[in-house]
Nanobody, 124 residues
Framework: QERLVESGGGSVQAGGSLRLACAAS????????MGWVRQSPGKEREGVAS??????TTVSADSVKGRFTISQEKGIVYLQMNSLRPDDTAVYYC???????????????????WGQGTQVTVLS
């Protein structure tokens, strides 16, 4: 059974950093789009970044480019978040889907499997 478990959330002052981790199990890690999607209260889910596990190629939303970096190592996907701002406050979800063509998106509708989410709060 496919399972995604997030960790690393918490509270941080504006300008600070956090690193989220997503441990994946129950499926073959290669040939996957793995991504991070966030949701703030009253807002729709917003895609943040994704990575194609077969090649390590990444895609990021314009709102986080230059601040957030997605990476992978040994079946774990990370989201390094620097220069955090109060509007980054959200529940961050790890998500995945099978892709054989290597084309990933940050569109939340492109993901089929989801973790439970981890809260990130950025204090002003």
């Amino acid at each position: 059974q496919e399972r995604l478990v997030e960790s690393g959330g918490g509270s941080v002052q504006a300008g600070g950093s956090l690193r989220l981790a997503c441990a994946a199990s129950g499926f073959v890690f290669n040939l996957r789009c793995m991504g991070w999607v966030r949701q703030s209260p009253g807002k729709e889910r917003e895609g943040v970044a994704s990575i194609y596990t077969g090649r390590g190629t990444t895609v990021s939303a314009d709102s986080v480019k230059g601040r957030f970096t997605i990476s992978q190592e040994k079946g774990i996907v990370y989201l390094q978040m620097n220069s955090l701002r109060p509007d980054d406050t959200a529940v961050y979800y790890c998500a995945s889907n099978t892709r054989s063509d290597g084309v990933c998106s940050v569109d939340p509708t492109s993901f089929r499997f989801w973790g439970q989410g981890t809260q990130v709060t950025v204090l002003s």
